[in-house]
């Protein structure tokens, strides 16, 4: 599996690539806009073909989900204890940790966590360099929710990523910085078929 993430700060013709994104068979999208107020969101995700809605993750506004009738959300980590009960039965949610062991200690109640940086971020120059997390991956114990490895992945090391115990990738920098994001897309999804 490989999900993108979106920029946090708008790129050009944005949604465009997300549309050509899904059309390529992108299966997961997540909507990270933290700076994004509900009203814009609502208009950006008017953008997106509707078709599309229900492969969309959503990291706030979280009231839009019904309303584009997207069935994920994605919380952040100081967030969990949080969240709604009600959410686990109605959502399939996500969350994100930085360190397997906090990983391990999550329920069957999470789809899919994010963990990283597994590799010094594209996107936040300087975060994540002289990770060990990518090696650590080996300690995990947890089997019940999915591991999906973040962080400074691109075409030339996902592979890497995809050798460990992982269950999916996230892309972010290396879309969203690619001068062709479809292509760089493309190029990780046939470097992890070629496993």
């Not at 390529?24 to 933290?34: F, I, Q, Y």
């Not at 229900?54 to 969990?80: C, D, M, N, P, Q």
Request: charged share 25%; aromatic share 10%; proline share 4%.
């Amino acid at each position: 599996m490989i999900i993108v993430i979106t920029p946090e700060q708008s790129v050009r013709n944005e949604t465009e690539v997300i549309n050509e994104l899904f059309r390529e068979g992108l299966e997961l999208l997540h909507v990270r806009k933290p700076v994004m107020n509900a009203a814009t969101m609502r208009n950006y995700i008017k953008n997106i073909d509707s078709g599309f809605h229900e492969r969309l993750a959503l990291h706030s506004h979280y009231i839009l989900a019904e309303e584009f009738g997207t069935s994920r959300l994605h919380f952040k980590e100081v967030e969990r204890p949080n969240i709604p009960e009600h959410f686990f039965d109605e959502y399939i949610v996500s969350t994100s940790v930085h360190h397997i062991d906090d990983f391990n200690t999550l329920d069957s109640r999470w789809e899919y966590v994010f963990l990283g940086p597994v590799f010094p971020s594209i996107s936040k120059k300087g975060y994540g360099n002289g990770s060990k997390i990518l090696k650590s991956i080996r300690q995990r114990e947890n089997d019940d929710s999915k591991l999906i490895a973040l962080g400074g992945i691109n075409p030339h090391n996902i592979n890497m990523v995809f050798s460990e115990d992982v269950d999916g990738a996230a892309l972010l920098g290396a879309i969203w910085e690619s001068e062709e994001p479809l292509k760089t897309y493309i190029q990780c999804r046939q470097n992890v078929l070629l496993l």
